[in-house]
């Protein structure tokens, strides 16, 4: 049995994976819908809760796969009203979930793809923690049912922006996405639904080819090679041009227009030439710059660059006719904002 599976059961199954092994054991092909929609249309916790499979069924996949709840081990609240989950997984691995709740009743889940995270990125704190395990498409999707039942109302953005490289964990990734999309799973329509990335290129190119209209957002944070090596050593080996030829071509062949993520940090890459070289890098593409306040990352040795120099960011990318706008920090105070989630236990807040 493969080792996905022997941690995450059932969960490590997307959709392909459940018809595979339904139609091992001689079932029809409509079963696996039948499975997808008790998992992650209803959330059950055991197979016997799936009455309308066969009695012989349910016991042949209790008896050969594992179903295992997710445990929220910590939840803390910040004042704007974020919620911050401390998710716990099969074997022993826990993950950080955001709920983001909105005036407009709009519920946004931020949710995680991997334990941990490998890219090293110098001013995340999730980084820094080191990587655990890649999740399973189930477990993906556990993360956003978790924050639905605790909010009591239905889930209406996802966003695979907590932690991991979703490229780095790109079937399952997909897969996750896809039960989220589905009017079996959680039907949440596929252009709320929203993949971050560092900027894998073989990944972007390979999401430009699926079929749903996925969001697709690309953690930049810096247009100078150099600069953007030091912030973020696991995409080192790939050279700025060739990204952003791969966004070019996602967006035609899509139509549909990638953001780009910028975290400002203070006199690293928030000078006039970091400016400069974001203008050369954006202009003339069809994309949408998000400049985001970078958050402070105990530990780290890199600030939150200043409000004017936001403001002058966000003046000349407008003038320079490049979409731009300024993410809201939210959570800060929980530590549940971008690059704050590290999987630990914080302190009651007042």
């Known amino acids: 049995m493969p080792a996905d599976i022997e941690i995450a059961g059932i969960k490590a199954l997307d959709r392909a994976g459940l018809e595979d092994l339904l139609g091992g054991l001689g079932e029809p092909r409509y079963r696996a819908r039948q499975v997808e929609r008790w998992l992650y249309g209803r959330g059950v916790r055991s197979f016997a809760e799936m009455t309308d499979l066969p009695a012989s069924l349910r016991q042949m996949l209790a008896e050969g796969l ?37 005036s407009d009743g709009r519920l946004t889940v931020c949710f995680s793809t991997q334990a941990g995270c490998a890219m090293g990125c110098a001013f995340c704190a999730t980084g820094a923690a080191g990587f655990s395990r890649d999740l399973g498409p189930g477990e993906m999707v556990d993360q956003v049912l978790i924050v639905a039942e605790d909010f009591g109302r239905r889930v209406t953005n996802v966003v695979a922006m907590g932690q991991g490289e979703p490229f780095a964990n790109y079937r399952a990734a997909l ?15 596929a252009r709320h639904i929203t993949v971050s990335t560092c900027g894998l290129v073989s990944g972007i190119r390979r999401f430009a080819a699926e079929p749903e209209q996925f969001t697709l957002a690309v953690s930049l944070h810096s247009a100078v090679q150099g600069t953007r090596d030091r912030l973020m050593p696991g995409v080192r080996g790939i050279p700025l041009p060739e990204l952003r030829q791969a966004l070019v071509e996602y967006a035609e062949t899509t139509g549909r227009r990638p953001s780009l993520e910028y975290a400002l940090i203070g006199k690293v890459n928030d000078t006039a030439d970091e400016l400069r070289a ?73």
């Open 66 to 102: 594992t179903l295992t709840p997710p445990r929220v081990l910590d939840r803390q609240q910040s004042v704007d009203g974020t919620r911050k989950y401390l998710v716990g997984l099969a074997g022993d691995a826990s993950v950080e979930t955001v709920g983001l709740p909105a």
């Open 175 to 189: 897969g996750a996405l896809r039960f989220m999309n589905s009017p079996d799973g959680l039907g949440i329509g």
């Open 278 to 350: 974001l203008v050369d890098f954006a202009r003339g593409m069809t994309v949408h710059v998000n400049l985001i306040p970078a958050n402070p990352v105990a530990g780290s040795v890199f600030g939150r660059s200043t409000p004017d120099r936001l403001h002058a960011f966000a003046s000349a990318l407008a003038g320079a006719g490049i979409e731009t706008s300024t993410r809201v920090e939210r959570g800060a105070d929980i530590d549940a904002a971008c690059g704050q989630l590290r999987q630990r236990v914080l302190p009651p807040t007042a």
